[in-house]
């Protein structure tokens, strides 16, 4: 069942590179068909799911290299699990918006199935070999979605892109064969199987190093400042649908590497570090949610919004309670959503108005009154309004925070960090929204229209969530409360079991 939600689209994707160019209605069945299949899977293995079970679920093992002890081995708890459900829902929306895309069609939807298929094997992978092949998988289609179809400095930002991610992603490759060694050196056992690692012993020393070239590679992907300064230039050139995809679901793979890698295998390492990194999420927090107050491109704006909320996330991560950890993950989906749905009506205004600059655009709200309610209530949702979305996750996020143990006397600072990021997002969401909508306006075009249905379709799953999320979020809770009491367990058992070894 894993195995066809990861393959799906990228079958779709090679199968695509038979169809002819001039066959767009062939390409775009095959493209929606993949997707949307990959999407009805990942819901019935949803439904399918057992939420009181916090180990790994719908196992799947293949002998990949015998030779070298590498296997093809996925699963999924509740930690994956609303992550993939992220990757396949985006990755259909992403699909259908593709379809206004007049240059190279066929190509550029199936390059999108190959990035959604790299990303979903990210967040299935447990062996650690397979999952460097799907990190660096989902470069390769991202590298030319930008650098082809991407728009202004698109060269500079692929460039910028690949350097940073390829620097991390090698330095995380040492760190897994080291792993791997350090395991063989215990057990005189070879294996990449991640369930096994979790259990071995490791010199709090040598955690350090292995800890920090993981981190590289994972914070590179959030990104956590400052180590963002691709980010702007990658999300500016790049086309909207593969943004709905890079900001939704892709970001998140960093985040979820260190809740499945670094803190159960590092767990004196994350102690040593938590503070620092606390600082360094809570920084790009308020860094992010000020610059984005100055833009005035909203795509840029949107851009620089997300760094803020990115650092939310990993500010909960390293909280290192289950109330932050769960609001985390929480707040990935919702970010995954909350964002998509932004570009997606950035995308709607450009297309009628010809700009993005905030100071050529007033007035939408009389001549587009179904974007302006839509509008609105994303926008609430991004600021962090109760009983929305947004709200529940940097609720729990602060909680963790707050009653965090390995912060000790930073909690009040971050806490107050985190406050003044709310703040500021109440700033530029709202600039961004009256900006564009409210006051008068003599210079709106002719035939101005309104969303018409083909996009309101496709932006209103995401109002939906939006609310039932905020309205009602222990549905998801509960699926992913259990895996994470279970990877604190396990951390403090190997925190004790690496006591009694050090005595």
């Known amino acids: 069942m894993l195995s066809l939600i990861i ?27 993949a997707a949307g299949a990959s999407l009805a899977l990942s819901l019935w293995l949803l439904f399918s799911f057992d939420p009181a079970n916090p180990g790994m679920q719908f196992v799947q093992i293949f002998h990949w290299v015998p030779a070298l002890h590498i296997n093809y ?37 199936a390059l999108m199935l190959a990035l959604e298929a790299g990303t979903l094997g990210v967040f299935l992978a447990l062996d650690t070999i397979l999952f460097y092949v799907f990190w660096e998988l989902m470069l390769v289609p991202t590298y030319f979605l930008i650098g082809i179809w991407g728009e202004g400095r698109r060269v500079y930002a ?66 956590i400042f400052p180590l963002h300064s691709w980010l702007p230039h990658a999300y500016m050139a790049c086309p909207i649908p593969a943004l709905i995809l890079l900001t939704g679901a892709m970001s998140k793979t960093g985040a979820y590497g260190f809740l499945r890698f670094c803190l159960p295998l590092f767990p004196a390492a994350v102690e040593s570090f938590a503070a620092v990194i606390g600082l360094m999420a809570a920084a790009g927090m308020v860094y992010g949610a000020w610059i984005a107050i100055a833009q005035k491109d909203l795509k ?82 991004a600021l962090g309004l109760p009983g929305l979305n947004g709200f529940v996750g940097e609720f729990l996020i602060l909680m963790g925070v707050w009653t965090s143990n390995i912060f000790s006397g930073l909690s009040g600072i ?9 703040v500021f997002a109440s700033i530029y969401m709202l600039y961004m929204f009256q900006g564009s909508m409210q006051e008068k306006s003599s210079n709106l075009p002719d035939g101005l229209t309104d969303i018409h249905q083909r996009e309101f379709r496709l932006i209103f799953p995401a109002c939906l969530l939006i609310v039932l999320i905020g309205l009602y979020p222990k549905p998801f809770i509960d699926r992913i409360a259990p895996a994470v009491e279970s990877l604190l367990h396990l951390e403090k058992t190997v925190n004790l079991h690496t006591e009694e070894k050090s005595h």
């Open 158 to 223: 692929t460039v910028k892109f690949v350097i940073y991610t390829l620097v991390g992603s090698l330095l995380m490759l040492v760190a897994i064969i080291s792993l791997t060694m350090v395991h063989y050196g215990a057990t005189h056992e070879v294996t990449f199987d991640l369930r096994v690692l979790m259990l071995t012993h490791i010199d709090p020393s040598m955690q350090m190093w292995m800890f920090l070239f993981f981190f590289l590679a994972f914070a590179i992907k959030v990104p």
């Open 414 to 422: 971050l806490v107050l960090m985190g406050g003044l990021s709310i």
């Open 7 to 33: 393959f799906i689209p990228l079958a779709a994707a090679f199968g695509l590179l038979i169809v002819a160019k001039e066959n767009v209605v062939t390409t775009k069945i095959v493209a929606a068909g």
């Open 73 to 109: 081995l996925v699963g999924v708890d509740g930690i994956s699990l609303w992550m993939v459900v992220l990757t396949t829902f985006l990755g259909l929306i992403a699909i259908l918006f593709s379809f206004h895309q007049t240059e190279r069609l066929r190509n550029f939807v």
């Open 300 to 381: 840029a704006l949107v851009a620089y919004s997300s760094i803020s909320h990115l650092g939310f996330i990993m500010l909960g991560i390293f909280a290192h309670n289950g109330t932050g950890i769960e609001g985390s993950v929480l707040q990935m989906i919702n970010h995954g959503i909350i964002a998509s749905a932004l570009f997606l009506i950035v995308a709607f205004i450009e297309a009628r108005m010809g700009t993005r600059n905030l100071d050529e655009l007033r007035g939408l709200s009389n001549a587009m009154p179904v974007l302006y309610g839509t509008f609105m209530l994303v926008m609430l949702a």
